[in-house]
T-cell receptor, first 115, second 116 residues
Framework: AQKITQTQPGMFVQEKEAVTLDCTYDTSDQSYGLFWYKQPSSGEMIFLIYQGSYDEQNATEGRYSLNFQKARKSANLVISASQLGDSAMYFCAMREGPDFQKLVFGTGTRLLVSP | DTGVSQNPRHKITKRGQNVTFRCDPISEHNRLYWYRQTLGQGPEFLTYFQNEAQLEKSRLLSDRFSAERPKGSFSTLEIQRTEQGDSAMYLC??????????????FGPGTRLTVL
């Protein structure tokens, strides 16, 4: 069963606008962690933001924030004030395993920021 | 602070040849992970090390694949008798360890393998 679902293959946004990238997850664990990574065309996966299942507040890192809705099992990434350099693939991932040893990734969303 | 590095960045080989990739993690990171990413997909977990011990191997890692991390520093991933289906991006990541703030995985730039 797919554990991370990203239903938006592609998203378009104009520069300086905000955009939300969707992510839903499936787990029976009480303790888990959710991550967002950015992958530019160069291929490197760049860590953006982390949300722990017990965190009471939504995570924020600069222009990135995570809209965490535990009951809905969703962890959407919000990028405010989009920049041209934000154009990339974005992956949502969940940490799993008895030793929290691996990340399970979604299929990604390609974001294109236009001038 | 030096990030995760991987060499080579690109590798083209003929079917049946052996290839070896190297990953240098962030210094003092105890955990090292290998993932494989095919076109249009997210990365898939292959294996991970805690220091020099290889603690888990995915069923994706057939017996043609072997990974090592001697002395708990750099790691190598070898693929023997390559097949066209092995063509993918191979990503390495490292983390400090386990626990809040320690288990974020930082990725290298990847090695893109093309098997002709």
């Amino acid at each position: 069963a797919q554990k991370i679902t990203q239903t938006q293959p592609g998203m378009f946004v104009q520069e300086k606008e905000a955009v939300t990238l969707d992510c839903t997850y499936d787990t029976s664990d009480q303790s888990y962690g959710l991550f967002w990574y950015k992958q530019p065309s160069s291929g490197e996966m760049i860590f953006l933001i982390y949300q722990g299942s017990y965190d009471e507040q939504n995570a924020t890192e600069g222009r990135y924030s995570l809209n965490f809705q535990k009951a809905r099992k969703s962890a959407n990434l919000v990028i405010s004030a989009s920049q041209l350099g934000d154009s990339a693939m974005y992956f949502c991932a969940m940490r799993e395993g008895p030793d929290f040893q691996k990340l399970v990734f979604g299929t990604g969303t390609r974001l294109l920021v236009s001038p | 602070d030096t990030g995760v590095s991987q060499n080579p960045r690109h590798k083209i080989t003929k079917r049946g040849q052996n290839v070896t990739f190297r990953c240098d993690p962030i210094s003092e990171h105890n955990r090292l992970y290998w993932y494989r990413q095919t076109l249009g997909q997210g990365p898939e977990f292959l294996t991970y090390f805690q220091n020099e011990a290889q603690l888990e191997k995915s069923r994706l890692l057939s017996d043609r694949f072997s990974a090592e991390r001697p002395k708990g520093s750099f790691s190598t991933l070898e693929i023997q008798r390559t097949e066209q289906g092995d063509s993918a991006m191979y990503l390495c990541a490292s983390s400090l360890g386990v626990g809040i703030g320690k288990d974020t995985q930082y990725f290298g730039p990847g090695t893109r393998l093309t098997v002709l």
